[in-house]
């Protein structure tokens, strides 16, 4: 079946503009996370959400940083006014529950570049 | 809150030699421990896990861990490295109690020589 799929692949803004990025989860699975890859910085976690649970946004490093998801499905992660710093790539993951015992799929990620 | 360390940045191996990738973890209580593997330009697959059970788990392409609760370790290992095996691996870890976070080292680039 169909995987974790994100878009944009790639994204180039300026510093200052808004950014907004999509991920669309495994049909069927309840908890979608967001997570940030910076160069050798590892994985670094920012927000999941379970159903229609409020969702977990201690990972979100500031109050620029944003995200939605849409019922249960589709989710979106919104920066608004970019900083250089904020470049990295976005992997999206989700998950059958939010289960400890389910691993979680990832998508391509979307990389973000800011000039 | 749940952590993980893994203590090489890169590991050289020659094609057909066994490859060890190192993990040790920290966690309240008992650990789920799982595996990923990135390679160039794709997003994080899954490689196995320990939930419970038997110590040894063996997972996708050959692969395999090891958990050790003393050692609060989880070595992901396999017997004869491919070079298809070049990649970048994450140990990751989560509570069976608490938080629903998974937390990830900070990844080992494995580059196996032909």
């Known amino acids: 079946g169909a995987g974790v799929s994100q878009s944009p692949s790639n994204k180039v803004t300026e510093k200052g503009k808004d950014v907004e990025l999509r991920c669309d989860p495994i049909?069927?699975?309840?908890?979608l996370y967001w997570y940030r890859q910076s160069l050798g910085q590892g994985l670094e976690f920012l927000i999941y959400?379970?159903?229609?649970?409020?969702?977990?946004k201690s990972g979100l490093p500031s109050d620029r940083f944003s995200a939605e998801r849409t019922g249960g499905s589709v989710s979106t992660l919104t920066i608004q006014r970019t900083q250089q710093e904020d470049s990295a790539v976005y992997l999206c993951a989700s998950s059958l529950t939010l289960g400890e015992r389910n691993e979680q799929y990832f998508g391509p990620g979307t990389r973000l570049t800011v000039t | 809150a749940q952590s993980v360390a893994q203590p090489e940045d890169q590991v050289n191996v020659a094609e057909g030699n066994p490859l060890t990738v190192k993990c040790t973890y920290s966690?309240?209580?008992?650990?789920?421990l799982f595996w990923y593997v990135q390679y160039p330009n794709r997003g994080l697959q899954f490689l196995l896990k320990y939930i419970t059970g038997d110590n040894l788990v063996k997972g996708s392409y050959g692969f395999e861990a090891e958990f050790n609760k003393s050692q609060t370790s989880f070595h992901l290992k396999k017997p004869s490295a491919l070079v298809s095996d070049s990649a970048l691996y994450f140990c990751?870890?989560?509570?069976?109690?608490?938080?629903?976070?998974?937390?990830f080292g900070k990844g080992n680039q494995v580059v196996v020589i032909p």
């Open positions: 959400f379970q159903g229609n649970s409020a969702p977990d």
């Open positions: 990751a870890v989560r509570a069976t109690y608490g938080n629903n976070r998974l937390a």
């Open positions: 049909s069927g699975h309840t908890a």
């Open positions: 966690v309240s209580g008992n650990p789920y």
